[in-house]
Structures are given as structure tokens and as C-alpha cells.
């Protein structure tokens, strides 16, 4: 290991993806930057590595980055590790990359597991392009304008696979956001990547929402979504697969409301395609409905 900051990444889950050069990296570091202490030493002491460990959480990162600055302009080698996977993907250590490349001081990586591109590689969706997103906003009204704001992109021409971290007690929640803002869209929850009980269900929005309603999601969650479909009838077949999901969680007032705006569509223009689809409801569903027409 050269002097300088590596960027050493670690499994996600199952202990036998650590690579040779992290445990060597590991090894022969004069300091380990961790976000956990003891979860750290944990994985040293399983593969027999004893060396000074400093937390650098995303509380403390900003303070300890002078500290650590000052270790590598004295020639110290320090790796840095996550809890899991590969540091700076949704994890500390930007800061610290960015502040050392401007003192000229070295920068490597040992490459390993990271959970987005596990999923990505698993989800049977298309691997480039693809647009990685960290974790949406915790808080509803916050995270729809972000899944609207991508919305907008993608009428204005984006068309990547898209990627998210996701906490199992938000999920829920998440996917009804998602529903209501990309319709019956393809979708893929990767649950527990590299583990026991892994699991990779991949379908349309409105079934994920409703799988998961019925068995909560639990362990370590990473979402994603097909990219965009392209040609004014995928453009009609999406915005009527959402308007069915926003009526089914609301009033037809609600629905046009929240899809309003979206792809330059008018309100009369989703009222008369919200009424047809209850109207069709209604024909599929009414006592007596006739079938195949006159
Ligand atoms: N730096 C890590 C990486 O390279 O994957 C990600 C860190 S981020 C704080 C942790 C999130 O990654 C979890 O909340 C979950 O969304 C996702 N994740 C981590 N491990 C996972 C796994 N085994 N299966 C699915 N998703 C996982």
C-alpha cells in the first residue's frame, strides 16, 4: 500500500467477498478511517488485522478531515472503509478525497462489492445508462418532487435505468410515491444482496406496492426502475397506467391534481382519461356487463 488515502471497499454482507488487496491494504495501514469502531474491528480481527482505527462518521467527517489531512502530509498511510461496501457511494469520504487530491497528497482504491451496481447487474434492466440517486428525500412531500423532477427529465429526453438506496421501513411509501409519479412502470426491489435470505422481485410499480404491503420488507433494500419508454404511445400507455394508480389511491379530483402539469397534459385533458378509465372500471366490474360488445 503507497502512502497516501485509500479508498478500500468491503463486502456488503457476506464476508468471503473481502479481496486480497483490501485485507493487504487493511494490513498495512498505519490508520483505518471507519465509520463504526467496533463493526470494523470486528472484520480486522476476523482476518487477523491489527491496526489503529479512528471514526469518521458523517457526523464527525468535517471536523476530523483537518486531522487526517495533516497525518497524510506527514507521510501516513491511511485507508478508509465503510460499514459496508464501497466508501463515498452514499457513505463519508467525499470531502476528505476532494481536500487530499487539491494538497497533491495520493489517492487509490481497492475496488469491491457496492450494492448499486450488484442490483443493477441482477435486475434484468437495461446497465447502461443508468443513474445512480443515493437515498430519495426521507420526507413525502420532498421525495415527490424529487421523483417529479426526474419525471421532467425524462420528458426532456433522459432515458436511464435509475437507481436508489432505500431504508425497509420507508419502502412503502417510497413505491407509492413511485407509482403515482411513473405509473405501471417496471420495477426491481434487490433485498439483502449477497446474503441468506436475498431476494429479487422485479414488477410493474403497483405489484412491488403491493407485495411489500402485504409482507413488509425487511434487511437492506436497493430500488430501481427501468428507464423512460420512448414513442408517443408509451408516453399515452404511461400516463393512463398512472392515472389507474392515483385513482386507486385517491379521489378522480386527487388523481388529475397530481398528474397535472406533468408531460404538458391539460386537467380536462386527464379528466376525460381519468373518467373513461372509471368508466371502463365500471364496465368491467358492473352485474349484467356485456361481453364483446354488441
Ligand atoms: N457504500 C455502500 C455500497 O457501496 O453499496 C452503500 C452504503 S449506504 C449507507 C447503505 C444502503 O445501501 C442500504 O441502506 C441499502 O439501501 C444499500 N445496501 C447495502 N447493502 C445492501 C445489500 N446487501 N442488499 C441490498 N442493498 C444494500
Known amino acids: 500500500m503507497p502512502a497516501g488515502l485509500s479508498l478500500v471497499a468491503t463486502p456488503i454482507g457476506n464476508l468471503g467477498d473481502i479481496s486480497l488487496r483490501a485485507l493487504a491494504a487493511l494490513a498495512r495501514a498505519d490508520l483505518i478511517l471507519c465509520e463504526d469502531t467496533r463493526l470494523t474491528a470486528q472484520l480486522c480481527r476476523k482476518f487477523g488485522i491489527d491496526r489503529p482505527l479512528l471514526s469518521f462518521h458523517e457526523h464527525n467527517e468535517k471536523t476530523r478531515t483537518g486531522e487526517v489531512l495533516t497525518r497524510l502530509a506527514e507521510g501516513a498511510r491511511v485507508a ?4 459496508a461496501g464501497t466508501p463515498l457511494i452514499s457513505d463519508p469520504g467525499f470531502p476528505l478525497v476532494r481536500a487530499a487530491l487539491e494538497r497533491g497528497i ?11 451496481i450488484l442490483a443493477l447487474t441482477l435486475s434484468g434492466l ?12 426521507p420526507k413525502e412531500a420532498a421525495r415527490r418532487r424529487h421523483f417529479e423532477a426526474i419525471r421532467k427529465l425524462e420528458e426532456a429526453g433522459l432515458a436511464a435505468t435509475l437507481i436508489w438506496y432505500e431504508a425497509p421501513h420507508r419502502l412503502l411509501a417510497t413505491l407509492e410515491d413511485l407509482a403515482g409519479v411513473f405509473g405501471a412502470r417496471p420495477g426491481v426491489v434487490a433485498r439483502e444482496l449477497t ?3 436475498e431476494e429479487i422481485r ?14 413488509p420488507p425487511r434487511g437492506e433494500i436497493t430500488l430501481l426502475l427501468a428507464p423512460a419508454p420512448s414513442g408517443p404511445e408509451a408516453n399515452a400507455e404511461e400516463v393512463s397506467a398512472a392515472l389507474e394508480a392515483a385513482l386507486a ?10 398528474l397535472s402539469g406533468r408531460r404538458g397534459l391539460s386537467r380536462r385533458a386527464l379528466y376525460q382519461a381519468a373518467l373513461a378509465l372509471k368508466r371502463k372500471e365500471a364496465g368491467e366490474k358492473g352485474p349484467g356487463t356485456p361481453e364483446g360488445g354488441e
Not at 437495461?126 to 428525500?137: C, I, K, Q, R, V
Request: hydrophobic content about 45%; aromatic content about 10%.
Open 80 to 83: 478508509l472503509v465503510s460499514d
Open 106 to 116: 495520493p489517492v487509490s482504491a481497492v475496488p469491491g462489492p457496492n450494492a448499486a
Open 126 to 137: 437495461p446497465p447502461a445508462p443508468f443513474l445512480f440517486l443515493g437515498f430519495p428525500p
Open 195 to 197: 446474503k441468506r435470505f
Open 202 to 215: 422485479r414488477a410493474p410499480l403497483p405489484e412491488l406496492r403491493e407485495a411489500f404491503r402485504a409482507t
Open 249 to 258: 389511491e385517491g379521489s378522480l379530483r386527487d388523481a388529475v391534481e397530481r
